[in-house]
């Protein structure tokens, strides 16, 4: 008799704990994490697809929200752009997708928002099994300068980038920007490197972020010898990343590129 109690007590807290872990692991969908930075807690989310599964490395996505998104809920960054995309085409998404947000008030380049990406990114990749050699760097408006930015920063980090909306120099300084210089355009892509792929977006009436930003970055790219794209939409305004993430192929071409492969083409 008591052994047999001792049985059923034992296979009850078998069930239990083997319940733990097959609900630890069906954990997918948009998830809500936190990330201390200087002292400092952050608010991001992941996106973890359904059939995640922690015995293989998974690719990963870093997307950078614009300005309209700024705030410290966590949550609202989801709700444009890439987050959109994922929850009307999910099977296009078979990543891992890190969506840090940043604060009010301040830019991805200024500190410490720069830092609290590459904190988030870090802490997904090594919750979620992410694959170093196959991380990709995309962002809209204010997150498509913070590509390029991040781009220049960590110029070997990233197997492809996809800045959306986005420059070099801030919309008041392009505008008067003389066309015939062309040198911060140059100089960021030097930073950058040729080996980087990149695909660049841009609404040809873009009232906001002037589209000569994107048009002078592809030229700069070009000259170098790069692997880039460049899409330009007639008639759409500054939301073109509704166009871009609707691109299946992009999605396609990002998961194609990894940072040993980029390598050996060059």
């Known amino acids: 008799m008591r052994f047999r109690v001792r049985f059923l007590v034992f296979t009850f807290f078998s069930v ?22 200087q002292g400092t807690s952050y608010k991001y989310q992941v996106y973890v697809p359904e059939n995640w599964s922690p015995k293989q490395k998974w690719p990963v996505i870093l997307f ?47 500190s410490p928002m720069d830092d609290v990406v590459i904190a988030t990114l870090e802490a997904a990749t090594k919750e979620f099994h992410g694959d170093k050699n196959r991380t990709y760097l995309t962002g809209l408006s204010m997150g498509g300068y913070g590509t390029w930015y991040l781009a220049e920063k960590y110029p070997s980090r990233f197997a492809a980038i996809v800045p959306i909306c986005g420059g070099i120099l801030l919309p008041d300084m392009a505008r008067i920007q003389s066309a015939d210089d062309s040198s911060p355009y140059t100089e960021a892509a030097k930073k950058i490197g040729g080996k980087t792929p990149t695909w660049i977006f841009h609404g040809a009436d873009d009232p906001v972020v002037p589209v000569s930003e994107s048009q002078k970055m592809n030229e700069a790219m070009k000259a170098l010898g790069g692997d880039v794209r460049y899409t330009e939409y007639p008639g ?31």
């Open 16 to 37: 239990l704990i083997a319940s733990a872990v097959q609900a630890k692991k069906q954990e997918t969908g948009f998830l809500d994490r936190t990330v201390i930075v």
């Open 64 to 110: 950078l929200h614009g300005a309209g998104e700024r705030a410290d809920d966590g949550l609202i960054q989801t709700q444009v752009g890439i987050g959109r995309a994922i929850r009307e085409h999910r099977e296009r998404f078979p990543v891992i997708v890190v969506l840090p947000q940043c604060r009010k008030n301040i830019w991805w380049s200024q």
């Open 236 to 266: 759409v305004a500054h939301d073109s990343w509704n166009k871009a993430y609707d691109e299946a192929e992009v999605f396609k071409w990002m998961l194609s590129k990894s940072l040993t492969g980029n390598s050996e083409k060059k």
